[in-house]
């Protein structure tokens, strides 16, 4: 089985010291160790099902079950009014998963391998996709430089933005939500050679496809329930010691969110199955752009306080831009080698120091 399950049992201690409100810290310590068996769980499903149906579908799969727990925290924060938190762990899974997770992949799988090679033309549409997010994702921002009170500082909880521009948030929204079906009709339908190949997994438990789904849907709820209590106990341990919301939000938040996709990712990079390692990291960040980010959008009007305005601040759209950028040159030879892994571990760690001191 492996020893990640060794740590099985520290899911419901995580949840039993977070209902008697031990210390913050302890409790952060349960829930961190309590995600790595269920992150492990969520790796053996994601490449049992690779090797039935193709790397594609198992990484659509991996990051559809590894957003949720996201999605879920955001909403819980949208009704409380930390619109501006969401926005920060919005743009932190998209650097997250560029910059870290594949960082991390290229880096731990490079080593000992002269290169390691992944599909061009797929990592390259994506990348695309992600171009087009950006491109929606800074056009209220521009809107609201132009026409409304400016942007948003870094510190901020919330800010009630003119309606013009939510409606505007709201447009767009629709927009990239229908990019995103028309682009998985692509990539499963259509084109789905190209973006789902033949895939031979040496090392698999015999999984059927059934028992894989199910394993990952459980694991997904685990993950879930695990970052919420992490969540929980990283506010109060960051109050305690001067960290800021933002920080919290782009940063820890997004990390903790994502923590499962960010171990099946560099496992199967360490495995030299770039195909599935990139499927995860650069899907990920595509399906928070083009899928998460737009429901909280249209949830955002059923909820909460005010809409949720997709006007982010100069460091998130910075930093969005530049970790887009990077994501489309570091894929378009689709190559790799553990030198490219460190540069872009290097740029997550400048773009944290910026948000840190922000």
């Known amino acids: 089985m492996g020893w990640p399950y060794l740590l099985t049992p520290l899911i419901p201690v995580a949840v039993v010291l977070e209902l008697i409100h031990a210390p913050a810290t302890i409790v952060f310590?349960?829930?961190?160790?309590?995600?790595?068996?269920?992150?492990?769980?969520?790796?053996?499903?994601?490449?049992?099902?690779?090797a039935k149906s193709g790397p594609g579908i198992g990484g659509f799969l991996n990051v559809t079950f590894g957003n949720a727990p996201e999605l879920i925290i955001a909403l819980f924060a949208l009704a409380e009014g930390l619109q501006e938190v969401v926005k920060a762990s919005i743009v932190g899974s998209i650097l997250g998963n560029i910059l870290l997770v594949l960082g991390a992949s290229m880096l731990v799988g490079g080593i000992g391998r002269d290169k390691q090679t992944f599909n061009r033309t797929s990592a390259g549409i994506q990348t695309?996709?992600?171009?087009?997010?950006?491109?929606a994702l800074l056009m209220p921002a521009i809107f609201e430089l132009v026409e409304g009170t400016g942007l948003p500082a870094p510190g901020a909880e919330s800010v009630d933005y003119d309606s013009?521009?939510?409606?505007?948030s709201l447009a767009v929204a629709i927009v990239l939500i229908g990019t995103y079906v028309v682009g998985l009709f692509f990539s499963m339908k259509t084109h789905r050679a190209l973006f789902n190949p033949e895939y031979e997994e040496e090392d698999t438990w015999g999984w059927s496809v059934r028992t894989s789904v199910i394993a990952l849907a459980g694991a997904g709820v685990l993950v879930g329930l695990m970052s919420e209590v992490l969540v929980g106990s990283i506010s109060e341990a960051s109050e305690s010691i001067g960290l800021s919301e933002f920080f919290v939000g782009v940063i820890v938040v997004a990390i903790v969110g994502n923590a499962a996709e960010h171990w099946v990712a560099v496992l199967v990079a360490a495995k030299n199955k770039m195909d599935l390692a990139v499927n995860i990291a650069i899907g990920s960040s595509a399906q928070i752009a083009l899928f998460v980010a737009p429901v909280l959008v249209i949830a955002s009007f059923f909820m909460g306080p005010y809409p949720l305005a997709l006007v982010f601040n100069g460091f998130e759209l910075g930093a969005i831009l530049l970790t887009i950028l990077v994501a489309q040159h570091v894929t378009t030879d689709g190559e790799s080698n553990w030198f490219e892994g460190v540069q872009l571990l290097a740029l997550y760690f400048v773009l944290g120091l910026a948000f840190y001191f922000a």
Request: hydrophobic content about 65%; glycine content about 8%; cysteine-free.
């Open 29 to 50: 310590a349960a829930a961190a160790l309590g995600i790595i068996p269920t992150a492990a769980l969520m790796g053996r499903a994601t490449e049992e099902l690779a």
């Open 128 to 135: 695309t996709m992600l171009m087009l997010a950006a491109g």
């Open 164 to 168: 013009t521009v939510e409606h505007l």
